[in-house]
């Protein structure tokens, strides 16, 4: 299989790689948490991209397994995907280890005004817990919430970069060659509501007490509960409602990836025209869309970047739940009726004489999710590049902090899962994990999809190299790993 990328001074840098000239130049492994495979893995996949051509190899790491797996490959840097309370002890072990961290958080832009993730109070509870002792660069999707991490000195200055989101890189032209959905003309109904229908959480309960662990304060994750279950079961009849008084119109009903898609199934069976499809990547059924229904949802930043016309049903909205997200509200068509809601719709002139995309981009956008000009991923690339090649740090390998993935007293599931990683590999622990919960097989991603992946990147940008993509594997036990390695022969 091949992988192509063309020669360009972005292309060389002074720690790439040449193999097979017989010339040993440093080369720098680099490790990306990957948490969600249909949100985040395009995103991920272009930051690979980037650092291939630039001579990194890179390893894809999923979320659960790469607390035991970042100690056994020893990358010289890893971009993990949030720096909360629940995951400083793993940030410090891979501090300890000499590993640099640097952090793009996947829930970077789309915040609240009071919330944990307030840009203020963020940036306070990320300096409290003394996290700047390990994380060693900070990119952010916009302005306002770096300019907060520096008003709080959370981090030095230099360690704090505006970059963009990667995922979002995929919303413009350069990219769109692999946006595609078999459907057109219809109404794309994106639903926001893991934390009531989680597919990997045990019960609502269970996500609140995940929410407190992620630093939200008890009162506010009950309050933000409790407006949720009100509105959930308003939200589902309106959704049902406003396809039995269009029959005209195609409904797609898309869970949030981290939802339930059954419940959504079992309420929506009996209308012909609404389908519920939860895969692939979102941007895809976007981009193929009409318009798209939502409540406080944050793809309504990937329908403005995409050209076409959120629709929020402000007449279920409320204070609290849009204090907590306000950005998708703020950028979309605002529904104020089920009325009002028919006709946004069924007529695209109703939409256009209420929405001014233009004028959204300076206010609610680039503060927030800076240029989208497709470049967010390799920004970070060569800001990665460049902290992974300085001096004066050189990673370790430890099954000790292997098999405690992380915790400084695993509690004995962690550690038998622990010890399975290092006895029989990380890809068999998941597997296992996959066969007890079989909603955990959609967070792991094979050596095909992100091969597939980047030969698609690299044919856009007529790059060329010989790329392998396979399971790492363990340094003393040979078995293959969770995490994917990716490396490129660069052709001369």
């Given at each position: 299989m091949r992988f192509t990328a063309a020669v360009t001074c972005t292309f060389t840098t002074s720690i790439e790689k040449t193999r097979g000239t017989g010339v040993k130049t440093p080369f720098v492994k680099i490790g990306i948490v990957l948490d969600s495979p249909k949100r985040d893995l395009r995103g991920i996949a272009l930051v690979a991209h980037e650092l291939l051509k630039r001579g990194a190899e890179v390893y894809v790491m999923p979320m659960y397994q790469h607390g035991h797996d970042v100690p056994l490959l020893a990358p010289d840097a890893v971009l993990v995907n949030y720096a909360r309370p629940n995951n400083a002890p793993l940030?410090?072990?891979?501090?300890?280890?000499?590993?640099?961290?640097?952090?793009?958080?996947?829930?970077?832009?789309?915040?609240?005004?009071?919330?944990?993730?307030?840009?203020?109070?963020?940036?306070?509870?990320?300096?409290?817990?003394?996290?700047?002792?390990?994380?060693?660069?900070?990119?952010?999707?916009?302005?306002?919430?770096?300019?907060?991490?520096?008003?709080?000195?959370?981090?030095?200055?230099?360690?704090?970069?505006?970059?963009?989101?990667?995922?979002?890189?995929?919303?413009?032209?350069?990219?769109?060659?692999?946006?595609?959905?078999?459907?057109?003309?219809?109404?794309?109904?994106?639903?926001?509501?893991?934390?009531?229908?989680?597919?990997?959480?045990?019960?609502?309960?269970?996500?609140?007490?995940?929410?407190?662990?992620?630093?939200?304060?008890?009162?506010?994750?009950?309050?933000?509960?409790?407006?949720?279950?009100?509105?959930?079961?308003?939200?589902?009849?309106?959704?049902?409602?406003?396809?039995?008084r269009n029959p005209q119109r195609r409904f797609v009903v898309r869970p949030h990836p981290f939802e339930d898609a059954g419940l959504y199934e079992r309420k929506f069976a009996s209308l012909a025209n609404v389908k519920?499809?939860?895969?692939?990547?979102?941007l895809n059924p976007i981009s193929r869309a009409d318009c798209i229904v939502h409540l406080n949802c944050g793809t309504a930043v990937e329908s403005l970047l995409l050209g076409r016309t959120p629709i929020s049903l402000e007449f279920l909205n409320t204070p609290v739940l849009r204090a907590h997200a306000p950005v998708p509200s703020a950028i979309s068509c605002p529904a104020t009726s089920p009325e009002d809601l028919d006709l946004l719709v069924s007529s695209h002139a109703a939409r256009a004489a209420r929405w001014r995309r233009d004028e959204l981009f300076p206010v609610h956008i680039e503060p927030w999710f800076y240029r989208p000009d497709g470049r967010a991923s390799e920004r970070i690339a060569c800001s990665m590049m460049d902290a992974a090649g300085g001096g004066g740090r050189r990673a370790r390998r430890s099954v000790s902090h292997s098999i405690r993935g992380g915790a400084r007293w695993p509690g004995a599931r962690r550690w038998l899962q622990g010890v399975v990683c290092n006895v029989a590999g990380s890809r068999a622990a998941e597997r296992l994990r996959s066969i007890t919960?079989?909603?955990?097989?959609?967070?792991?991603?094979?050596?095909?999809?992100?091969?597939?992946?980047?030969?698609?990147?690299?044919?856009?940008?007529?790059?060329?190299?010989?790329?392998?993509?396979?399971?790492?594997?363990?340094?003393?036990?040979?078995?293959?790993?969770?995490?994917?390695?990716?490396?490129?022969?660069?052709?001369k």
């Open positions: 940030l410090r072990m891979f501090h300890a280890l000499g590993v640099r961290t640097m952090v793009c958080d996947t829930e970077g832009g789309v915040l609240s005004e009071t919330g944990a993730d307030a840009p203020p109070n963020w940036a306070r509870q990320f300096k409290a817990l003394g996290l700047s002792r390990c994380i060693d660069r900070y990119f952010f999707w916009g302005a306002r919430l770096r300019d907060a991490f520096a008003a709080a000195g959370a981090l030095a200055a230099d360690a704090l970069e505006v970059t963009g989101c990667p995922r979002y890189d995929l919303c413009h032209s350069r990219w769109h060659a692999l946006l595609d959905y078999p459907d057109r003309d219809f109404v794309l109904v994106n639903t926001n509501f893991s934390a009531l229908n989680p597919k990997f959480g045990a019960s609502a309960d269970g996500e609140v007490r995940v929410f407190e662990r992620m630093g939200w304060g008890r009162d506010y994750a009950h309050s933000l509960f409790k407006e949720l279950q009100a509105v959930f079961p308003r939200y589902i009849e309106a959704i049902g409602r406003m396809a039995q519920v499809d939860g895969s692939g990547d979102v919960n079989p909603a955990r097989s959609e967070k792991s991603v094979g050596p095909k999809e992100l091969m597939d992946l980047l030969n698609h990147y690299a044919r856009c940008e007529a790059i060329s190299a010989r790329l392998h993509v396979e399971h790492a594997r363990h340094p003393w036990t040979g078995l293959p790993l969770a995490s994917l390695h990716a490396r490129a022969d660069m052709e």
